[in-house]
């Protein structure tokens, strides 16, 4: 039996860590003869889950990002390659953090270890941040003892996940940024400019346009109603958000955007992308198909894809290839499934998914810079066109005003 310890050695420092032993009273014996005083003991799984429930709490949305994840793993494996031990890489890694979240991370690491967990289990303790595909790598890495090379695998990995995120998102800033700005600027001339125009409108003989007419009933309604307007407008993108984050609501984005033409061909590609570039990963680690499908399936959030991995896993269990289903669902991209029938059928079938992945992650990047490019002058037309309607219609009346007066003189 293992129980857990803390206490004070002989110099008055701090110890702690685990010993194995029958009793506590053999293990408070035991640490006596080396020199421990022993100020808590508790069994060793009483402590992990203590310590499991105090790294929840400590956990921080700011702990970590995908790319701290890759670097984290890139640095660790050069230090095991020559020949540090893991306890002392933690520590050194966990001196040299670049922020306390981070910090506090890589320490709820470094305790696991003390505590004699391996090194796959004191990750597991921080699961918001090591997901399972990583833990079971990691433990993969372990028990072949290719650890280094297992951790350079992930750093790869997780860099690859953490650059197509920030292409989707370096190419979508500008369309979006540009969407800002023209709704302020829309929203500006209907709150603040427009009322202005309104006083000068009843002054007119003239009637108004009917455009103008529409846009000052709107501009006066929200200014008259607008503490019911403002909360209405934020209940209910806040319902949708909501709506969106749920099952139900999941499964019904997922749908509408593999529907939609052309967005359904860039979010079957990217998710083809990154579950062959997980299978071949897993795979590559010599972990069981079975095992690596379930692990793929855990860190795939769109339903579809889900499915066909429930169906692949059905099949791999009746012997068949897993190949069929990615072709049987028809939302793996159809050459990408070829491709893993023909690995299959070679026998190299790890490899087969890296190329796919690497070959989608290259076209991926391509097609998202094409989308945004596309998209600006399209919300530059729309958007435009808008302030521009709000703009000649505030101004119309002033320009019937002066051809009457040209017409009367």
Not at 291 to 299: G, K, M, N, Y
């Given at each position: 039996?293992s ?13 702690k860590?685990v ?7 053999e293990a ?5 003869r ?22 929840a709490?400590?956990r ?8 701290q994840?890759a670097l ?11 020949g540090?031990?893991i306890a002392?890489?933690i520590f ?7 922020n ?6 890589v320490?709820?690491?470094?305790r ?5 967990d391996?090194?796959a ?12 595909v990583?833990v079971?790598?990691?433990a993969?890495?372990?028990?072949s ?11 790869m990995l ?8 920030s292409s ?8 979006i ?8 600027v ?10 202005r ?13 009917a455009?103008t007419?529409?846009?000052?009933a709107?501009?006066?309604g929200?200014m008259?109603?607008?503490?019911v307007?403002?909360p ?9 958000v909501?709506?969106?984050?749920t099952?139900g609501?999941r499964?019904?984005?997922?749908d ?5 033409p052309k967005?359904g061909?860039v979010?079957r590609?990217f998710?083809?992308?990154?579950i ?6 897993l795979?590559a680690a010599?972990?069981?198909?079975l ?7 855990r860190s795939?959030?769109?339903h579809?894809f889900?499915e ?8 791999v ?14 939302v ?8 893993v029938?023909?690995?299959?059928q070679s026998?190299?079938?790890s ?5 796919i ?10 097609t998202?810079?094409?989308l ?9 037309i729309?958007?435009g066109?808008?302030?521009a ?13 002066t ?7």
């Amino acid at each position: 039996m293992s129980f857990a310890y803390s206490g004070y050695n002989k110099g008055g420092e701090p110890v702690k860590g685990v010993v194995k032993v029958s009793t506590p009273e053999e293990a408070v014996e035991k640490l006596r003869r080396q020199g421990v005083f022993v100020t808590d003991l508790k069994p060793a799984d009483e402590a992990k889950a203590e310590r499991a429930a105090a790294a929840a709490k400590r956990r921080s949305p700011r702990g970590a990002s995908r790319k701290q994840v890759a670097l984290f793993a890139r640095e660790l494996s050069v230090l095991i390659s020559t020949g540090t031990p893991i306890a002392d890489a933690i520590f050194a890694l966990e001196k040299q953090a670049a922020n306390d979240g981070w910090r506090s991370v890589v320490a709820a690491v470094r305790r696991g270890l003390e505590e004699g967990d391996s090194f796959a289990e004191a990750l597991a303790h921080r699961s918001d941040v090591f997901d399972s595909v990583f833990v079971s790598l990691v433990a993969a890495g372990e028990s072949s003892g290719q650890l280094d090379t297992m951790l350079q695998r992930l750093a790869m990995l997780t860099r690859r996940e953490a650059q197509v995120r920030s292409s989707i998102i370096g190419a979508m800033a500008y369309p979006i940024l540009l969407t800002a700005i023209c709704l302020i600027v829309l929203g500006l001339m209907l709150g603040v400019v427009l009322p202005r125009f309104s006083g000068l409108f009843e002054t007119l003989d003239t009637p108004l346009p009917a455009t103008t007419k529409m846009l000052v009933a709107i501009s006066e309604g929200v200014m008259s109603w607008w503490m019911v307007v403002v909360p209405c407008c934020a209940g209910a993108i806040v319902a949708v958000v909501w709506y969106i984050r749920t099952p139900g609501g999941r499964r019904v984005v997922d749908d509408i955007l593999l529907a939609l033409p052309k967005v359904g061909d860039v979010v079957r590609s990217f998710g083809t992308a990154r579950i062959a570039r997980l299978m071949g990963t897993l795979l590559a680690a010599k972990v069981p198909m079975l095992e690596a499908i379930d692990l793929t399936r855990r860190s795939t959030s769109n339903h579809r894809f889900v499915e066909m991995l429930d169906r692949a896993e059905k099949l791999v269990t009746k012997g068949e290839p897993v190949s069929m289903a990615l072709i049987e669902t028809k939302v793996f991209v159809p050459s990408a499934a070829q491709a893993v029938r023909n690995g299959e059928q070679s026998g190299r079938l790890s490899e087969v998914f890296v190329h796919i992945a690497d070959y989608l992650d290259e076209e991926n990047q391509s097609t998202v810079k094409s989308l945004s490019s596309l998209l600006e002058p399209l919300i530059m037309i729309v958007l435009g066109g808008l302030v521009a309607f709000v703009a000649v219609s505030m101004f119309l009346p002033l320009f019937d005003l002066t051809a009457s007066a040209g017409g009367g003189a």
